[in-house]
């Protein structure tokens, strides 16, 4: 089984989620996704942020047929925490959007498991913040 790990916030699921997640998919026969804590999206979006809670968004991305597993992850405050999550995960592929500015640290944890990045290109939508924005939550 070729495993293909994906991360994120995943907040208010919108299009260009559903895009990535299917593009991901793709790329093995098995999806992973490590959402992000509470406490880690607030600290990378701001106080307004998340306005689903961890949980919600994990039953939001359970949902969707395209992703096999959601894997909650603790307020992680290391690169060396993230680092330990791909090897416990050990995928195959590491999926990341074109432009995610974490690009350089997942390709160095790809390197130490053998696994390959892929760049997904990143899909012309509204983000969630914009929506956010727009909906008048942030």
């Known amino acids: 089984m070729k495993k ?12 260009g989620h559903i895009k990535f997640l299917e593009e991901a998919k793709k790329q093995g ?16 979006k701001g106080e307004t942020r998340p306005i689903h809670s961890q949980a919600q968004r994990k039953t939001m991305l359970e949902s969707l047929k395209v992703v096999d597993e959601v894997i909650s992850l603790p307020p ?7 680092e330990a999550l791909v ?9 990341v959007t074109q432009g995610d500015t974490m690009e350089d640290k997942k390709r160095a944890h790809a390197s130490l498991i053998g696994a390959v990045v892929v760049v997904i290109p990143k899909i ?8 956010a924005k727009l909906l008048d939550l942030e």
């Open 4 to 15: 293909v790990l994906v991360g994120g916030c995943f907040d208010l699921l919108h299009f």
């Open 29 to 44: 026969d098995y999806l992973i996704v490590a959402l992000e804590s509470d406490e880690n999206v607030t600290r990378m």
């Open 76 to 82: 992680l405050k290391s690169d060396a925490e993230y």
């Open 87 to 95: 090897k416990s995960v050990s995928p195959a592929t590491i999926a």
């Open 124 to 131: 012309h939508t509204p983000s969630t913040s914009q929506l």
